[in-house]
């Protein structure tokens, strides 16, 4: 097992339902150290090009929607495989085929708003920490 680090959003439904400190607590509770940690709002310009994989999609627009409507919290996670062991945590994207016990499938009720992104390799958790946190080392957000 490595150790690594891996990146989420908790999105702003999870925010507006006061489920942060819940969503957390499990990453925590499973082993995985919290490294960075911010509360901010996403503009669109940054949501567009964090989603810009799915840009030809029908539901491109809903997620920039979704992500942009309210602050986010965004973490950097440590731990052995984290990439992995987050991606078990949070569930299916798609919170009706989430399993029970997985953040989606306890806590999201439909698409768009699943809760939580989360980095889906080692090499796009970097990318990622580096987009919203400037650099993967020192755990500080841009502009800080």
């Not at 953040?103 to 919203?132: K, Q, T, W």
């Amino acid at each position: 097992m490595a150790v690594e680090q891996t990146f989420i959003i908790i999105k702003p439904e999870a925010v507006e339902r006061r489920l942060v400190g819940e969503i957390l607590g499990r990453f925590e509770r499973k082993g995985l150290e919290i490294k960075g940690l911010r509360v901010t709002k996403i503009s669109e310009d940054l949501a567009k090009e964090h989603y810009a994989h799915h840009e030809n999609k029908p539901f491109f627009s809903q997620l920039i929607e979704a992500i942009t409507r309210g602050p986010v919290v965004l973490a950097v996670l440590e731990g052995n495989d984290s990439v992995s062991q987050v991606r078990t945590l949070v569930g299916a994207t798609d919170p009706v085929k989430a399993a029970p016990g997985t953040i989606r499938g306890d806590l999201a009720v439909r698409l768009p708003y699943n809760m939580v992104h989360a980095a889906d390799s080692p090499a796009n958790a970097l990318i990622e920490i580096e987009r919203f946190f400037g650099s993967c080392l020192s755990g500080m957000p841009k502009g800080s």
